[in-house]
C-alpha cells in the first residue's frame, strides 16, 4: 500500500482590518460607528436585531470613484477583480510625511496588479493628522509598471490637510483602487492574496471590507 501524503496545512491569513468600533480614529466631522438593539432576545422575541450608522469611511475601506469626482461610479458600480488576486507589501515604515517612489523601489521586480504599503510600526487606534500619505508621483511610478490597486495602513492616500487631493486624482486619472485604514502590523514584506471585496453599497462613495492577505502555496 502506498503511504498516504500527509495533510496539507491550510495556508496562513493575516487579518489587515481593524476592528470597527465607536473609538476607531475617523476624520474629523465624519460619522463614527454607533451601534442600537432594535430587538432583544426574550419569551416573545426569537433574535437579537440591531441597526448601524457609521461613515463608510470607518476602518478598512475601498473609496469609490465617487468619493473624488461627481461622474464616477459609485462603490457597487466597480468592478471587484482588482479587490481579489495576488498582491505584495512593501515597507517603508517611518516615510513621512509622503511615500514616495523611493520608498518602493526595492521591491520593484515583478510587481503585481496590487501593493499595500506598510508606513507605521503599530497602525494608529487615535486620530493621528500627521500621517504618512502616497506622493502623486509614486502612483504614477507604481500605475507604469501595471499595478491596479494601491493601498495603505493610514486613513488616506493624502494628507488630512489637502484639499486638491492629488493622490486621488491620480487614482481617478489611471483608474486605479484603493484600499485605506488597513493594519499591516505583523505582516511581512513579500507576496500574497489579498481577499478585500467592497459591499455593494447602492449610490456609497466608499464601503467597508474585512481585508486578509493569505498566503501563497
Known sequence: MPTPAPPRTPPRLWDIS???APDAPIFPGDEPYSLRWTARLSPDCPVNLSAITMSPHVGAHADAP?????DAPAI???PLDTYLGRCRVIHAIGAAPLVTVAHLQHAEQDLPPRVLVRCCERAD???????????????EWLAARGVKLVGIDTPSVDPADSKALSSHQQLRRLDLRVLENLVLDDVPEGDYE???LPLKLQGACASPVRAILRELQ
Open 125 to 139: 487606534t487615535v486620530w493621528n493628522p500627521a500621517f504618512t500619505a502616497y506622493a502623486p508621483e509614486a502612483i
Open 18 to 20: 481593524p476592528t470597527v
Open 194 to 196: 489579498l481577499i478585500a
Open 76 to 78: 457597487a458600480d466597480v
Open 66 to 70: 465617487l468619493h473624488y469626482a461627481n
